[in-house]
């Protein structure tokens, strides 16, 4: 096996990373893991470890919240910890990768301001709602319709099969503003979306995944938690939009524009689902 730390694009700090990870992960997961999926239990205590060690902001901007690591560390981070538990590390990287980036990359500074410092320090967590019960994962093929009512939208529709659906109070979906046939694509608008945690006894004694203060959508709510085959510690939930109030502030990036926000977040998703593959073989391997 080639050792990691003669391979060129790893510094220092890289090195430290993993070790970091891989200790917490060795110390704080592998002892909990095989319980946490045998009872379908979502990972609270770890999540609150990882908020404290930075884990859930590593490649953001210490000026909202974050760490300030690049992006190698980032993936270093997720590749870690899938090394021992898939839940935990698809937890981290939804969060970053699909709940967080897309406000990084296409919101305003008011939205960024609002949003990414609870995110990046785990005060919430975060996902991303595309995937619905009669398109699936085909962006153009959503359903969900949000009406232009001046001030806000009403927004109607499910999404199904949400990584953090339940967990997460911050969430970045896809919906339709123009029934037109022909603007199938164009036609399609992001949105940020709030509610409250699933869990909100726990979030709250342990301090973390709630933020009381931030402002929910009325008609949002997370709908029912899949059972899975594997990685049944990752919260995998429906979200379900019935007549939902989403103020116009709420638009992420331009009218029409949504599916570039989610082709772009699925693109730098699908990195952060390979380092995930990695650290899982390699547990595998080590096993």
């Known amino acids: 096996m080639t050792d990691m730390n003669d391979l060129p694009y790893f510094t220092d700090e890289h090195h430290q990373v993993r ?3 891989r200790g917490f992960a ?47 560390s980032y993936i270093i981070a997720v590749e870690e910890l899938a090394r021992v538990d898939a839940s935990h590390s698809i937890t981290c990287s939804a969060h970053i990768t699909l709940g967080t980036s897309p406000i990084v990359e296409f919101g305003t500074e008011e939205q960024k301001q609002k949003y990414v410092p609870l995110m990046a320090s785990g ?14 994962s085909d962006v153009v093929g959503l359903q969900t319709f949000a009406e232009d009512k001046g001030d806000h939208y009403i927004v109607n529709g499910t999404k199904n099969f949400i990584t953090n659906g339940g967990v997460g109070e911050v969430a ?33 004694k342990l301090g973390v995944g709630h933020a009381p203060d931030l402002e929910k959508i009325s008609g949002y709510r997370s709908g029912k938690e899949e059972s899975k085959m594997g990685w049944r510690s990752s919260n995998t939930t429906e979200l379900i939009f019935e007549d939902a109030v989403v103020p116009k502030e709420n638009v992420l990036g331009k009218l029409g ?3 570039t926000v989610a082709f772009k977040t699925l693109d730098a998703g699908r990195i952060g689902v390979g380092a995930l593959s990695l650290g899982l073989a390699q ?3 080590e096993e």
């Open 172 to 204: 970045v979906i896809t919906a339709r503003t123009d029934k037109n046939p022909e603007k199938r694509s164009g036609g399609i608008t992001a949105f940020i979306v709030t509610k409250d945690t699933a869990d909100l006894e726990i979030t709250e």
């Open 257 to 259: 524009e949504g599916v």
């Open 123 to 136: 005060k919430v967590l975060g996902g991303l709602g595309i995937t619905e019960p009669s398109a699936g």
């Open 26 to 72: 060795e110390a704080e997961i592998r002892p909990v893991a095989g319980e946490l999926d045998r009872e379908h239990k979502f990972h609270w205590d770890n999540v609150k470890k990882m908020a404290e060690l930075g884990f859930l902001g590593i490649p953001w901007d210490p000026e909202l919240g974050g760490t300030g690591m690049d992006d190698i």
């Open 283 to 285: 547990g595998a391997y």
């Open 19 to 21: 070790e970091l990870v």
